[in-house]
């Protein structure tokens, strides 16, 4: 997954799935939001629509896209139509669909997708940014969420809302996944509960800000600088703590999953809280924390979360700890070893993991997947990143 797809033209072109898109008028970063990859999570898609009315080609600075994702799916305000298209951006399921010759409509979306993102990467200049805006069912403050690379984290910080990190342990093949292990900034963006308005609002200024933070346009109205900003901060109750996903419920496959009514993101839970029903039968907490995304829609295997938040001497010692490549070290480990040459991924036997705190791997930058019954395979998330295209902004 360290290599775009193959598919290739020769510039973008206009389509029903781009929004819009701004070549300024001065050479600078390529900004690309994404919105409606889930086809009932609209809100980005209306703040996107009235950004590209709004800013002409001499505000911008680069150039801006907006891209659509689940086109069928957004005609029929349904999650998906077939497959979640935020599941399929594995390496395996993009080999699979290079090759595949009837494709379901998610895989269709898909394939589409990878060649507006092949055509913007070779014909645009860096630095890079991809947001992908997205909502909830549940009610929620805004929020980021980031697989744990180090660029991902300076340039989220900016923004005044919480962090969530690890989200890319639980969930296969978000596109962002895809992005990021291609080494380029990437984040989501959930702005709030699926119809609520206020979600458009807060899209409209993580959008504003982000042009601001990229340098896509001047900061010349202050005011306008300070009522986006205010805006995010307000209806994030001031919280701009860092978070790390532990728990996730997932629904199996003909389970009757049924969440408890009135809870919201970043709810305080205790242990042996009831959450949800699984058959009719309790579901209760196993810990002292946060929830995190409730499922109140009848599509989605994500039952709901649990965070806690992160420390700040862990998360600056982590910054530390990988800058001097102390993962390097891993290998002198018993049953620890590189995948390749390429040392990107590195291989554990199970029968030692067990002895080692996942938190370790995580301060070091990588993230888990268990492969077999007798291994599992850590991802870098630094190694793969394109620091050199970000080295000079002013958020590094």
């Given at each position: ?8 033209s020769?510039?973008?072109?206009t ?6 898109e701004?070549?300024?008028t001065k050479?600078?970063?390529?900004v690309v ?5 889930h086809?009932?999570?609209k809100a980005g898609?209306?703040a ?8 002409t080609?001499e ?9 659509l ?7 029929k305000?349904?999650?998906?139509l ?7 951006w ?6 699979t669909?290079?090759?595949?010759e009837?494709?379901n ?8 997708l990878?060649l507006?993102?092949?055509n ?6 860096g630095?890079?940014y991809?947001?992908d805006?997205?909502?909830t069912?549940s009610?929620t403050?805004?929020?980021i969420?980031?697989?744990?690379a ?18 890319e ?13 291609l080494?380029y ?5 959930e702005?709030?509960?699926h ?5 458009i609002?807060?899209c409209?200024?993580?959008?504003y800000l982000?042009?601001?933070f990229?340098k896509?346009?001047?900061n ?29 419920y997932?629904i ?6 049924t969440?408890?009514q009135?809870f ?8 042996k ?19 995190f ?9 994500d039952?709901?979360f649990?965070?806690?938040?992160i ?9 530390i700890?990988?800058?001097m490549?102390?993962?390097?070290l891993l290998v ?5 070893f590189?995948?390749?040459?390429k040392?990107k991924v590195?291989v554990?036997n ?9 938190s ?14 007798t291994?599992?395979?850590l ?6 990143t ?6 000079d902004?002013?958020?590094?």
């Amino acid at each position: 997954m360290n290599q775009v797809a193959n598919y290739s033209s020769t510039k973008i072109v206009t389509t029903n799935r781009v929004i819009g898109e701004i070549q300024g008028t001065k050479q600078g970063p390529t900004v690309v939001f994404f919105a409606g990859i889930h086809g009932n999570e609209k809100a980005g898609v209306t703040a996107l629509k009235t950004m590209f009315k709004t800013f002409t080609e001499e505000d911008i600075t680069g150039t801006v896209f907006g891209i659509l994702g689940n086109l069928k799916a957004l005609k029929k305000n349904q999650r998906y139509l077939e497959e979640d298209l935020n599941r399929l951006w594995t390496s395996e399921r993009l080999k699979t669909l290079m090759h595949k010759e009837n494709l379901n409509s998610e895989e269709s979306e898909q394939k589409e997708l990878l060649l507006v993102l092949n055509n913007l990467i070779t014909t645009n200049s860096g630095p890079f940014y991809f947001i992908d805006f997205h909502t909830t069912s549940s009610k929620t403050l805004p929020f980021i969420t980031i697989n744990d690379a180090l660029i991902n984290r300076k340039f989220s910080k900016q923004f005044p809302v919480p962090i969530v990190l690890g989200i890319e342990e639980y969930l296969d093949g978000p596109l962002l996944s895809y992005i990021n292990a291609l080494g380029y900034v990437s984040l989501g963006f959930e702005s709030g509960q699926h119809e609520d308005k206020e979600a458009i609002i807060n899209c409209t200024s993580f959008i504003y800000l982000a042009l601001v933070f990229t340098k896509a346009i001047e900061n010349k109205k202050e005011k306008e600088y300070i009522k986006h900003y205010e805006q995010l901060k307000s209806t994030s109750n001031n919280l701009e703590e860092i978070f790390e996903i532990i728990y996730l419920y997932r629904i199996q496959k003909e389970e009757v999953f049924t969440m408890k009514q009135g809870f919201k993101s970043f709810e305080d839970i205790k242990k042996k809280t009831v959450l949800a029903t699984s058959n009719n039968k309790p579901i209760l907490s196993k810990y002292n924390a946060k929830l995190f995304m409730p499922l109140y829609q009848k599509k989605g295997k994500d039952g709901f979360f649990i965070i806690k938040r992160i420390p700040a001497f862990f998360m600056h010692l982590s910054t530390i700890l990988r800058r001097m490549k102390v993962d390097s070290l891993l290998v002198l480990l018993p049953g620890v070893f590189w995948e390749n040459d390429k040392k990107k991924v590195l291989v554990v036997n199970l029968k030692i993991a067990r002895f080692f705190a996942k938190s370790i791997f995580h301060l070091l930058g990588y993230r888990n997947q268990q492969v077999d019954a007798t291994h599992m395979k850590l991802y870098n998330r630094e190694r793969a990143t394109k620091k050199a295209m970000y080295k000079d902004q002013a958020w590094y």
